[in-house]
C-alpha cells in the first residue's frame, strides 16, 4: 500500500467548510408571521456547518446547473429533453438525489444543456 492509498479512505470523508451557511450552521430565513428574521439550523448542512466532499459537489453541480439554464430552459423542457422526471430534475437542482443517481441525472442534464444554442 503507498502513502496515497492509505489517504483515499480519509480524503473521500473529508468535510468542507457548508457553502450555504459558510460554517456558521444557522440560516436566516424570513418567515411567518409578519416576515419576522429568524435565524434556524441551516438546511444545507442540518446545523452541522460543514459537510462531505461529496456532499458539496452534489450542491455545486446542482448551482451550476440552475445557473447554466437560467434564462434558456425552463424544468419543464429541461425534464421532457432529458427525459427525466420534472420531480428528478427539481431533486437533482436541490442536490438531493443519492450520489450515483446523481452523476446519472448530472450526464443527462449535461448533455441537453451543452447542446443548447
Ligand atoms: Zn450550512
Known sequence: MTPQDDMLPF???A???CPDCKGKKKTVMYGCPGFRRMEGACLTCDGA???PEGRAKQLHDARQVREMRAGKIGIFQLA???GLLVSTVSEFE????GIVRHDEV????????????
Not at 436541490?94 to 438525489?97: A, D, K, P, S, V
Not at 441537453?112 to 444554442?117: F, M, R
Open 11 to 13: 480524503a473521500r470523508e
Open 15 to 17: 468535510h468542507v467548510t
Open 49 to 51: 456547518g460543514d459537510l
Open 80 to 82: 421532457k429533453r432529458t
Open 94 to 97: 436541490r442536490g438531493r438525489l
Open 106 to 117: 448530472r450526464a443527462k442534464i449535461m448533455a441537453v444543456l451543452e447542446s443548447l444554442p
